[in-house]
């Protein structure tokens, strides 16, 4: 489950307030990979029964994707938008370092032991996707194609500038995001998921599902009741902090001028404490347990046909993407 980990990126391909160039979405896609996981590397099977997620009204549906198969499905996208950028003329680079494992992310408390025994907060995951993103060889690449190329570059890849066929979808918060529906990112998508607007529109609402119910379950006595028991806990173990978010505010300066070895080493101990007292004060269960009944709440009330439709298109995704990869090594033997 989610943990109310809030949408760290807008959905993939769309347009922010300010445009930017096509590196620079490359850029930030590739600093989301660090915060997408969902679950673990294993592959789920293709339906299950999930209460509150349109279950009730339609029985079994698809599963949410394990973190291997959305690397899966990224790796292929990435892989479409090569071989289309290749099309239109222009070089492409695909990066993709990260393990499954460190794809995790830590939600709202990290009640993962081993992890964090091995990656503290993920400290040294996010350098290297700084140090990636710096040394980025499209980054290389666009500076030294000539003006109208690199514009070219840009309207290759994301679609270029603002346009009437843009795709828009509203937020369940309330709002509306807008994305290119031209480019080689949106046309890999189209590949892998069918339906480009469907897509767009049913995984911007369910990528942003948590506002819809996080502040009333921090209020629940049973959530703040946890809570406080991993305050008392972590204070037994030198840690005056009455919140994981508090700790995670705090962490930067508790890491402020160490170097890497030493900085791993401070989020390692603190990390470790916290998941060993996330289990000890029930907090990690608590909340995903609260989670799952808020959630499916707010999905039955508002969004269960989309939520359905969201894992149907993923699933197919999967399946476009095994099928590519089939074809690529059918190719390579060919």
Known sequence: MPMFREPRRAPRGSRGPKRGSGVAVLAVALAGTLLAGCSDGSEAPEESSL??????????????????QLHRVDSAEQRLIRACMKKAGYRYWISDSLTTDERRSVGYVLDDVDWAREHGYG?????????ERAEDPNIAYTAQLSPSRRQGYDRALAGGQRSSDDLTAELPGGGEVARPSRGCMA???HELYGDLPTWFRVSTIADNLTTLYVDRLKRDARFTGAVGRWADCMKERGHDYRSPDRLRAQLPDLTEGLDAKKAHRVEVRLAVDEAQCADSSTLGRTARELERRYRAKAVDDRYSDEIRRHRRMQQAAVHNARALTNNERQTADG
Do not use: C, D, F
């Open 51 to 68: 209460p509150g997620e349109g279950a009730s009204r339609g029985g079994k549906q698809a599963a949410p994707l394990t973190e291997a």
């Open 123 to 131: 400290g040294r995951i996010q350098r290297k996707v700084e140090k």
């Open 187 to 189: 046309q890999a998508q």
